[in-house]
């Protein structure tokens, strides 16, 4: 698959970079935390994703994500980060062409803050082994974050554009495992990875009991204020399950 390369998203100086670009074949898969392949998305609003049904947070098919990647039906694919939250025992056994491994609150933390000039010209797909947990988990904590960063322009937000693979890995590489690197899929549970789970998950356990203390202090300015309670924030976005998600968003197609 043809794929247009370009600079990093990552910006220290607050301004757009200057962009070249070249048509180059994808050999393989990026660092974990490589979103260089990420092309900004421009003024001309086109429609965008269509939502997947009986959704609590916004989600789109396997079908959806595949013609993404294909570009069949005109999505933008470079301006998707597919972030993937699954350990890295099972990011490094098959894993989405482009998707990065991104699987803690702090690495959230840190992609927020280094992205959040150009949060609103990208898409973020969130996914784990089947969508349930971890990805929610993540979604939500970056929308929390979010909030936070703007209890005083609410309901804005600096990344409006975040989805979840509906069914996760599992159902993405059933369907289309030839977009897959290595062409494999590797459970959380295989037992030859049991002590890459063990320690895993005790590192992951321990960042999310030290997760955002630091990055609130910093956008909030009190260091003494308490958290804020956002739940009821979250329940005014969950989308109605008893019937069909009617979404349709809407992005710039224009490249900077």
Known sequence: MLRLQSCS??????????????????????PTDDVSHVVYLGEEAVPLFPLAEHCELPSISADVLKSILTEEQGYPAQSVVIVDSRHHFEYEGGHIKGAVNLR??????????????????????FHC???????????????NLDRLAHMETYPELAFPNMF?????????????????????YVKMSDPKFVDH????????????????????DSHCGD???PLIDVSNVQQKEKVNTTRKCPISLRFNQQVL
């Open 9 to 30: 998203i990552i910006l220290d100086d607050g301004h757009l970079p200057s962009m070249t670009y070249s048509m180059e074949q994808t050999a393989g898969p990026l």
């Open 104 to 125: 803690d609150p702090s690495a959230i933390e840190e992609f927020y803050s280094r992205n959040i000039n150009v949060g609103k010209q990208i898409a973020i797909v």
């Open 129 to 143: 082994e089947f969508s349930s947990s971890r990805a929610p988990k993540l979604f939500k904590h970056m929308r």
């Open 164 to 184: 979840l693979l509906k069914g996760g890995y599992k159902a993405f590489f059933e369907l289309y495992s030839e977009l897959c690197v290595p062409r494999e």
């Open 197 to 216: 789970l063990r320690v895993s998950s005790s590192s992951l356990k321990r960042s999310w009991n030290q997760r955002s203390k630091d990055f609130i």
């Open 223 to 225: 260091h003494d204020a």
